[in-house]
């Protein structure tokens, strides 16, 4: 199992860089080409959900992105260390809590859902996860 991660500031002009380095370790890993446009768009839509969340909260840690190539499958996570609601829908301190934030979050979370059928979201106080994943095929050079 090969990992690539990623620590980039939460800055907007870096979720590009991600996206571009997603869809290369991605093909390499064996992900349909027709497939790695929403690759990249995912990505980007999850790394700008985690620069804004972390913008919104004043977190100064980097956004995380751990590019994982498994046998059958291909994943990527993206994890934000900004708080979240708390099951029972309270914010935490520093959260924001304005309507907007928390339809702007929701619109990308279904943006990435419409994107990658296998989807995992895990939120809590200390920040939250997307996990995406997608199969691959066997390179020819592997076949071999």
Do not use: Y
Not at 41 to 63: D, F, I, K, Q, W
Not at 71 to 98: L, Y
Request: proline share 6%.
């Amino acid at each position: 199992m090969a990992t690539v991660e990623l620590r980039f500031s939460a800055l907007p002009e870096h979720v590009r860089t991600a996206r571009l380095v997603a869809a290369a370790v991605a093909r390499r890993a064996g992900v349909d080409e027709a497939v790695l446009d929403e690759v990249r768009l995912a990505v980007g839509e999850a790394c700008s959900r985690a620069v804004g969340l972390h913008r919104n909260s004043g977190v100064t840690a980097p956004v995380k992105v751990a590019l994982i190539e498994e046998e059958k499958q291909f994943s990527i996570e993206v994890g934000d260390e900004a708080p979240h609601a708390t099951p029972g829908g309270g914010t935490p301190d520093g959260a924001p809590d304005g309507a907007a934030e928390v339809e702007e979050d929701e619109m990308g979370l279904a943006v990435i859902s419409g994107l990658v059928d296998d989807v995992e979201v895990t939120t809590g106080r200390n920040g939250g996860l997307i996990r995406m994943t997608w199969p691959t095929t066997p390179s020819a050079t592997a076949l071999v």
